[in-house]
C-alpha cells in the first residue's frame, strides 16, 4: 500500500481519507478472521469529500478498494457474495465522493470570487482612514451589524482640507447590510463637498439633497459634520446624533453638547431643520470620541446602557489604537455576550489634536458656544432648479431664510 500511495501524483490521495483506510484496517487486523468490516473501508473515499479533489477521492477510494480485497484474498472471502458485495459498496461510495467532491470544489471557487468581489467593494465603500493629517492624529474602529461584513448602517469619514480635516460621523436608520446603499448615498456626498464647500451648513444641505433623491428610501440618518483646523478651532454641527465625547489632556472629560440638537437628515419636513452647533479649541493633547448610538445603546444582561463618561481613562493613557481596542473589550464585556444592542452597527473614531497651543482668541472661552450666521446658499447654488425631487422641504427651508424670500 505505501509503494502504491507514493507512485501516485501528488494530490492524487488525501491523507485524511487514507487516515481513515489505515484506522479500519488496523481494526480488521486486530479482530482477525473472524469478523471482516470490509464495507467500512468506504468511509476512506467519504471522509476525502471534506478537503481533497476529485482526483484525490478516487485515489483514496482505489487504495481503500485494495486494501479490503488484500484482506478478503487472504482469508478466502474476496469471491464470496460478501466480499463482492464490500467492494461495489466500496466503488459506488468513491462514486458518489467524487462528485460531491468536484461540486465543492465548484462552490469554493465562486465563493472565493465573490469573496473577492465583496472585499475589493466594502473596501471602496468604506477604506482604512488615514491615520495622521497635519496635527491631528486619527484611529477608527467599525463593529458591522452582520458579522461577515465590515460596512452597514454607521457612516465614519475623515476628509483633509487647506487647514485642518472634516469628519463625518452618522447612523442610518436601520442595521446590517440594507442600509448599505443609503449609507453609500450620504458618504459619497460628504466626500464631494466636504474638501471644496465653505461651510459646514451647504455639506449638510448637500448630503440631505442626496438622501431626498432616493424616493424609494423612506429612511433618515443621525449625523454629525466637523471640522477641526490645524490651529485646534473645532466646529461640530449635529443632526440628532449622540455628541461628541471630549478629553482633556488633564484628564477633564466633557460632553461637546450642542444648545439644541437639529432634527436628523430625512425629516426637514417635520419642522425647522437647523443643526444644532457647538464649537471649541482644542490644545495640543486633547482627544475627541466620535461614535454612533451603538456603543451608549449597548446593554447588560439586566438592560442597563453602557455608562461611556465613567469610562474616559480608557481614552487617555495609550495609542489611539490602543484605546479604542480596549474600550471594544469592555462593551463586550459590559454586555456579557461580545454583542451590541440587538446586533446594532457601531462606529468609534478617536481623535487627538497633536498641533501646538492654539493662541487665545479675544471673547473666545475653553468651550464657548458661538452664534453661528453662515452664508445661507441659493436653491441655484444647491442645483434645485434642475433637481427632479419635488416639493422638497430643503429649498422651501431655503427660501424661507433668505431675507424677503429672496
Known amino acids: 500500500m505505501r509503494h502504491l500511495k507514493s507512485s501516485l501524483p501528488r494530490g492524487a490521495v488525501d491523507r485524511g481519507g487514507i487516515c481513515a483506510v489505515l484506522a479500519v484496517a488496523l481494526v480488521d487486523v486486530v479482530t482477525g478472521d473472524e469478523a471482516r468490516f470490509l464495507p467500512a473501508y468506504a468511509i476512506g473515499p467519504a471522509v476525502s469529500t471534506r478537503r481533497g479533489t476529485q482526483l484525490a477521492v478516487i485515489g483514496t477510494g482505489m487504495i481503500a478498494a485494495l486494501a479490503a480485497a488484500h484482506l478478503a484474498l487472504s482469508d ?6 460478501g466480499g463482492l458485495s464490500a467492494l ?3 466503488v459506488l461510495f468513491t462514486g458518489f465522493a467524487a462528485v460531491a467532491a468536484k461540486h465543492r470544489r465548484r462552490q469554493e471557487t465562486h465563493l472565493a470570487a465573490t469573496r473577492r468581489v465583496a472585499h475589493a467593494a466594502q473596501h471602496a465603500i468604506a477604506p482604512p482612514l488615514p491615520a495622521a493629517h497635519g496635527p491631528v492624529r486619527m484611529a477608527a474602529s467599525y463593529a458591522s451589524a452582520d458579522p461577515h461584513a465590515r460596512i452597514g448602517g454607521d457612516l465614519c469619514e475623515v476628509v483633509p482640507i487647506k487647514n485642518g480635516v472634516r469628519i463625518l460621523i ?4 436601520g442595521k446590517g447590510l440594507g442600509t448599505v446603499a443609503l449609507s453609500t448615498a450620504l458618504l459619497g456626498a460628504f466626500r464631494e463637498s466636504a ?5 459646514l451648513e451647504t455639506i449638510g444641505l448637500r448630503m440631505s439633497c442626496a438622501l431626498l433623491r432616493r424616493p424609494d428610501e423612506e429612511r433618515f440618518a443621525t449625523l454629525a459634520l466637523v471640522e477641526l483646523t490645524s490651529q485646534g478651532h473645532l466646529t461640530a454641527l449635529n443632526y440628532g446624533h449622540p455628541s ?3 478629553i482633556n489632556a488633564d484628564d477633564t472629560p466633557l460632553w461637546a453638547d450642542t444648545a439644541q440638537s437639529g432634527l436628523p437628515l430625512g425629516l426637514a419636513a417635520l419642522a425647522d431643520s ?3 452647533r457647538h464649537s471649541t479649541t482644542l490644545r495640543a493633547g486633547d482627544r475627541v470620541l466620535f461614535h454612533t448610538d451603538g456603543l451608549t445603546e449597548a446593554r447588560d444582561p439586566d438592560g442597563r446602557f453602557y455608562q461611556l463618561d465613567e469610562r474616559t481613562a480608557a481614552l487617555r493613557d495609550a495609542p489611539l489604537e490602543t484605546c479604542l481596542e480596549r474600550l471594544r473589550a469592555d462593551i463586550q ?3 456579557a455576550s461580545g454583542l451590541q444592542d440587538a446586533h446594532d452597527d457601531s462606529a468609534l473614531l478617536l481623535v487627538e489634536f497633536d498641533g501646538a497651543p492654539a493662541q487665545n482668541l479675544p471673547g473666545l472661552s475653553r468651550h464657548p458656544a458661538l452664534e453661528h450666521a453662515p452664508a445661507t446658499p441659493s436653491v441655484e447654488d444647491l442645483g434645485c432648479t434642475v433637481c427632479a425631487v419635488t416639493a422638497c422641504p430643503l429649498r422651501t427651508t431655503i427660501e424661507d431664510r433668505r431675507p424677503n424670500g429672496i
Open 195 to 199: 474638501p471644496s464647500e465653505t461651510h
Open 244 to 246: 461628541p465625547h471630549v
Open 333 to 335: 464585556l459590559h454586555t
Open 274 to 276: 437647523e443643526p444644532g
Open 170 to 173: 452618522g447612523d442610518v436608520q
Open 88 to 90: 461495489t459498496v466500496i
Open 76 to 81: 478466502g472471502t474476496l469471491a464470496t457474495r
